[in-house]
T-cell receptor, first 112, second 114 residues
Framework: KQEVTQIPAALSVPEGENLVLNCSFT??????LQWFRQDPGKGLTSLLLIQSSQREQTSGRLNASLDKSSGRSTLYIAASQPGDSATYLC???????????FGEGTQLTVNP | GAVVSQHPSWVICKSGTSVKIECRSL??????MFWYRQFPKQSLMLMATSNEGSKATYEQGVEKDKFLINHASLTLSTLTVTSAHPEDSSFYIC??????????FGDGTRLSIL
C-alpha cells in the first residue's frame, strides 16, 4: 500500500526566497507523481505531473523532480510571491488512470 | 483544459437528511470518477471509484449504504450522503478521468450537518 509523506507540514518564508517542498513515497512502483495546489476552501489545481519514466518537469517558476529509487519528489519554487501562499499536495498514482494517494500537504505562507 | 464542475459548493442541512452532490465533466467523457473526502487540516482520502455503468468500488471503512454513488453517464456522477450526521461534515471533492489520462478535480463541496 502506497504511503505518501510531506515535509515540512508548514513553511513561512519572505517574498523572493527560493524554496523546496519535499514529498516521499513508500512504493517505488509509482506510475506518476503529481503536485497540486489547494487554496483555502477550494478544490485542487494541478501544477505538475511527472511520469515514472521522467526525472523532472518545469512550469514557469516551478520545477518538480522525481527520484523513484529513493522514493522522493521535490517541488522547487523560485522567487516566491505572496500569491504562492497555499497548501501544496503531492500525490502518487498507481497504474494509469487509477487512484491517487495524497500526502498531507505543506502549508506555505509567503510574506510580503 | 478539462473542466469538472461540482454542485453544490456549500450545503448546510439538518441531521438525518440526505444530501446529493453532483460531479460533471463539462468538456470530456469521464470513464472513471473518484470521490474524496477531506477533513480540516488533513489530506484527501479516497472514498470510492466509479466507472460509468458499473457499481462503485469503495475503499475500506467507507460505508457503501451510507454513501451512495451513481455514475449513470459519461459526464455525471452523484454522491448521496444518506441520513447525514454531524460527523459526516467534511469537504467532498470529486475528480474525473478519461482512460489513461490524469484526473481533473472539481472545486469541492463543503457539507455541514447541524
Amino acid at each position: 500500500k502506497q504511503e505518501v509523506t510531506q515535509i515540512p507540514a508548514a513553511l513561512s518564508v519572505p517574498e523572493g526566497e527560493n524554496l523546496v517542498l519535499n514529498c516521499s513515497f513508500t512504493d517505488s512502483a509509482i506510475y506518476n507523481l503529481q503536485w497540486f495546489r489547494q487554496d483555502p476552501g477550494k478544490g485542487l489545481t494541478s501544477l505538475l505531473l511527472i511520469q515514472s519514466s521522467q526525472r523532472e518537469q518545469t512550469s514557469g517558476r516551478l520545477n518538480a523532480s522525481l527520484d523513484k529509487s529513493s522514493g522522493r519528489s521535490t517541488l522547487y519554487i523560485a522567487a516566491s510571491q505572496p500569491g504562492d501562499s497555499a497548501t501544496y499536495l503531492c500525490a502518487g498514482g498507481g497504474t494509469s488512470g487509477s487512484r491517487l494517494t495524497f500526502g498531507e500537504g505543506t502549508q506555505l505562507t509567503v510574506n510580503p | 483544459g478539462a473542466v469538472v464542475s461540482q454542485h453544490p459548493s456549500w450545503v448546510i442541512c439538518k441531521s438525518g437528511t440526505s444530501v446529493k452532490i453532483e460531479c460533471r465533466s463539462l468538456d470530456f467523457q469521464a470513464t472513471t470518477m473518484f470521490w474524496y473526502r477531506q477533513f480540516p487540516k488533513q489530506s484527501l482520502m479516497l472514498m470510492a471509484t466509479s466507472n460509468e455503468g458499473s457499481k462503485a468500488t469503495y475503499e475500506q471503512g467507507v460505508e457503501k449504504d451510507k454513501f451512495l454513488i451513481n455514475h449513470a453517464s459519461l459526464t455525471l456522477s452523484t454522491l448521496t450522503v444518506t441520513s447525514a450526521h454531524p460527523e459526516d461534515s467534511s469537504f467532498y471533492i470529486c475528480s474525473a478521468s478519461r482512460g489513461n489520462q490524469p484526473q481533473h478535480f472539481g472545486d469541492g463541496t463543503r457539507l455541514s450537518i447541524l
